[in-house]
Structure formats: C-alpha cells, structure tokens
C-alpha cells in the first residue's frame, strides 16, 4: 500500500497500464514534456517516448478524432483535454462517432478509447476552467461517464475503463486531485463501472452524490450526526439505479448533491427515477442541492459551490415532514 493523492494514484495507473500494454497511447495538449496542466502525466513522456505520449496541438476537434482514428485501428488511446470547458469543439466527434460506432457497424467496430478530462470548480478558474458538463455526456447512449471521488477510485475506475472495448469519459475533480491522500494498492485491481458504493450507512436520509461533492457530503454528515445513507455513484452512465432505490426504500428521505446547474443535471433524471419506481416509499420530497444555472463565476464560486450550510437547509425542508 502507498499514500497517494489522485494525481499520483493516476499518474502510477498510466504508468503501469502502459508497461503492461504496448497498445497504450496517450494524447493531448502538453500531456508530454510539461506532464499535463495538473501534472497527472508527469514523466510519461521520457519513460515511454514522444511515440506514445504525444504532445497535440491545441485542437481539441483533432485530439478527439484522432484518438477514435487510433482506437479503431487497434489502439488503447487515453487523450487528454487539458479542462472540461473545452471539450465541446470535440462535441460531435465524440456523440456523433464515438458513442455511435458500435451501433452504425453493428457491432464490427468498436471504439476502446479512454477521454481524461479534470472537471468543476474549486481552483477558481472562472466560467472557461470550472464547468461540469457530464450531464451532456450521459444523455448520450455509448458513452460511459466516469468520476472518482478519491485515490483509490480514480485507479480502480482507471484500469476498469482501460479494459472497456467502448468509449468512456473519465471527468476527474480537479478540486480533488490534491486535496488529499490515502492508502492506495500496489497490485492492479479493477472498481467496476456501473456500481454506486455507500459510503456511509444511516436509516433517515439518502444523500446520492459524486465528484468533488462526496467529501462536502461526508464532512457534513459526520459534522452534525446526520444518520444517513451516503452514496457515491461513481459512474454517472449507467448509473447504479438499484443502489439508489435500496436506500431511498430504506429512508424515505432522498437528497441529491451536485456542483453542475440545476435544471437537466443528474440530479433530475435521478429524481425522475425515484419518482417512477420509489413514490410509494417516499416520506418527503425529493430535494436538490446544486450549482446554479449561471456561467461558473470567479469572485463568487464559495457561493455557487453546494456547501455545509445549503445542504442542512434541506436538511431541514425534509425534517418539516416527518
């Protein structure tokens, strides 16, 4: 075991995914001699060559389709886009071919491609560096949508996604990347893609969560004595419906937390899903605590981020039913 932040965890899961496998490339805007913008390529590029840690232009339309290029001809490709924000140049090379492939070819081609990209606040960045935007993505069928709320999350999500013969986006929570460690393990071991894990236990609220919220949640659970299910969904496409009706059957009380806007966020399908299969269950309404539906500001991003004291006000909404 060794203590590692998420950018060490997934610098070392490249690392050693590319010894293993020569078919590994990665791709994207100073990914190689500078290590990439938050470092989590670092030494990469002169362990392996400039052949299979390629520094890219900064086209991100041309990173996309390159890497599904390289994909379909029998490469692993990981590119990179160096944040969230601008990954939308790249928007149609990614649902309109490399979430369609399988489904076009009827199944002959396939698309085995790994797109990293660090999302969402907490390093005020402004409107063009802090957007989430993983409710575009998991809209769209062929793609699986990842993000890790920890170190060793971020490997065993990294070498399940590695493994899948599909695309799959890989948002990483810049806010996360170091702020803080834990025990990692050496050996290789897979977190499977699909599969919510409760993270805390309790029996009067579900708190359905991801990302960079996991911790704002578990601070405030443990905080204030909150007796409550915590769930990190890990995988946001497909998403781990059972999970999420289990505990809300169990509670009663479900609240969902996430730093993307508000309307058409997770956060409404996942209401939607509970409303059609959990109703009869449900002892309050089903709440959101969410980013706005405004630009990522600069100078007020403590406010927009969901935080301790948003998420006791629906605390206590959902204490005024009982």
Do not use: C, W
């Not at 928007?91 to 369609?100: E, G």
């Not at 299910?229 to 999420?244: C, K, M, N, Q, S």
């Not at 309307?263 to 959101?288: K, N, V």
């Amino acid at each position: 075991m060794t203590s590692m932040n998420m950018v060490q965890a997934l610098n070392s899961t490249l690392d050693a995914a590319m010894s293993k496998d020569d078919s590994i490339i990665l791709l994207g805007e100073d990914i190689g001699i500078d290590g990439g913008v938050f470092r989590v390529t670092e030494g990469l590029q002169a362990k392996y060559g400039d052949v299979r840690v390629i520094d890219t232009p900064l086209v991100e339309l041309g990173i996309v389709g390159m890497a599904i290029g390289l994909a379909l001809s029998g490469i692993k490709a990981v590119p990179e886009i160096q944040f969230q924000d601008f990954i939308y140049t790249a928007f149609d090379q990614i649902v309109n071919q490399a979430a369609k492939m399988r489904y076009r070819s009827g199944g002959e081609y396939t698309v085995p491609m790994v797109l990293r990209t660090p999302y969402g606040g907490g390093i005020r960045g402004g409107l063009y560096h802090s957007q989430s935007g993983e409710a575009y993505f998991a809209h769209t069928s062929g793609l699986t949508v990842v993000t890790p709320s920890n170190p060793y999350d971020a490997k065993g999500l990294l070498l399940s996604s590695l493994k899948s013969p599909d695309p799959v986006i890989f948002m990483e929570p810049k806010k996360l990347y170091r702020a803080s460690k834990m025990e990692v393990p050496e050996n290789d071991y897979e977190v499977p893609l699909g599969k919510a894990s409760v993270i805390n236990e309790g029996d009067d609220y579900t708190f359905i969560t991801y990302g960079s919220m996991v911790p704002v949640v578990m601070n405030t659970v443990s905080k204030n004595n909150l007796n409550a299910d915590v769930i990190d969904l890990r995988t946001l496409f497909p998403y781990d419906g059972e999970a999420v009706l289990n505990s809300v059957k169990k509670t009663g009380r479900p609240i969902i937390v996430h730093e993307a806007p508000r309307t058409l966020g997770m956060g409404a399908e996942i209401s939607a899903f509970i409303g059609e299969r959990a109703i009869d269950y449900l002892m309050g309404p089903i709440l959101r605590v969410t980013g706005f539906d405004t630009p990522f500001p600069y100078r007020l991003e403590e406010y927009y981020l969901p935080n301790e004291t948003r998420i006791l006000k629906a605390v206590e909404k959902m204490q005024q039913y009982r």
